[in-house]
């Protein structure tokens, strides 16, 4: 499937270090989502934008940037992280309040 | 109390097994439920909607109490292929909230010959 997709798949990083993460969806949706998914821990849902309207900020660090240019794109921009911040950052995408979608995620390392 | 709430198991089962999982809620204003199916290493897919008069899809059952905040999924003569982590997920459902996806921590299965 190639509905949402995710660049790049693995990353590993430093704590200087700068970088960004992409998402891309092929459904016509209008809402977009960024999840962290930690080991034996639930996803957390970290930001949410619909119509490309920012409406969700779940307490994250302002070390993780979200940028939403259009309603098929979505970034997160990364700036000095932490080790624990080393997760699967997950993607998805829906029609406003219907089932969401995910992409296949970025395996995020922090050394 | 988390919000929601499911045994991780793991669960062990044969082939051919009936096998069971429950999830409870702690938000009583929920509005929307579902179950999703998360292979190892690999992004959670919906494997089905959760309605309050219950629903079945092939080998799969999903039922819904509300009175009890409970949803529970059945799965019928499991195969191989059904081992994977089932996510228990609940919507808010309302005005702002709606979108905001509340997972359980998933509850292992692995269905063995």
């Known amino acids: 499937e190639t509905g949402v997709t995710q660049t790049p798949r693995h990353l590993v990083m430093g704590m200087t270090n700068k970088k960004s993460l992409k998402c891309e969806q092929h459904l016509g949706h209008n809402a977009m989502y960024w999840y962290k998914q930690s080991a034996k821990k639930p996803l957390e849902l970290m930001f949410v934008y619909n119509f490309k309207e920012q409406t969700e900020n779940n307490s994250v660090p302002s070390r993780f940037s979200p940028e939403c240019p259009n309603s098929s794109h979505l970034f997160l921009h990364l700036h000095t992280l932490q080790p624990e911040d080393s997760a699967l950052y997950l993607c998805?995408?829906?029609?406003?309040?219907?089932?969401?979608?995910f992409g296949p995620g970025t395996r995020l390392t922090v050394l | 109390r988390k919000e929601v709430e499911q045994d991780p198991g793991p669960f062990n089962v044969p082939e051919g097994a009936t096998v069971a999982f429950n999830c409870t809620y702690s938000?009583?204003?929920?509005?929307?439920f579902f179950w999703y199916r998360q292979d190892c290493r690999k992004e959670p897919k919906l494997l089905m909607s959760?309605?309050?008069s219950g629903n079945e899809d092939g080998r799969f059952t999903a039922q819904l109490n509300r009175a009890s905040q409970y949803i529970s999924l059945l799965i019928r003569d499991s195969k191989l292929s059904d081992s994977a982590t089932y996510l228990c997920?609940?919507?808010?459902?309302?005005?702002?909230?709606?979108?905001?996806?509340?997972f359980g921590q998933g509850t292992i299965l692995t269905v063995h010959p």
């Open positions: 998805a995408s829906s029609q406003v309040a219907d089932t969401q979608y």
């Open positions: 997920v609940v919507n808010p459902g309302r005005g702002t909230s709606y979108g905001k996806l509340t």
């Open positions: 959760v309605y309050s």
């Open positions: 938000n009583s204003a929920s509005q929307s």
